[in-house]
């Protein structure tokens, strides 16, 4: 399996951006996909996921403002972010989660958001 993801830019505050991640099988057929950041000298964190057929869980910090989901025939799966702040800047990374036959994560390559004030 393979995560492809696109997207990433310089934006300046308050501007938008959206983050695909194209998956060389059907999107559908994880448990979980997710996108996940990290910015320099942090930690990496969750910033939202689909469990399930569309339970969504995001970040305290980008709720409201940023939106995931998946098209099943585009086998992509988007982050829609609204009102970029400069702590949004991050390499953002999308993983994708297998749970049968064995439980199995797989990981995009990261693609960089920058946010200027």
């Known amino acids: 399996v393979q995560l492809q993801a696109s997207g990433g830019g310089l934006v300046q505050a308050g501007g938008s951006l959206r983050l695909s991640c194209t998956s060389s099988r059907s999107i559908l057929g994880f448990s979980e996909v997710a996108w996940f950041r990290q910015a320099p000298g942090r930690e990496r964190e969750l910033v939202a996921k689909i469990a399930g057929a569309a339970r969504t869980t995001y970040a305290d910090s980008v709720e409201g403002r940023f939106t995931i989901s998946r098209d099943g025939e585009k086998n992509t799966m988007f982050l829609q972010m609204n009102n970029l702040q400069p702590e949004d800047t991050a390499l953002y990374h999308c993983?994708?989660?297998?749970?049968?036959?064995?439980?199995?994560?797989?990981w995009g390559q990261g693609t960089q958001v920058t946010v200027s004030s």
């Open positions: 993983n994708a989660i297998l749970s049968f036959p064995a439980r199995r994560t797989y």
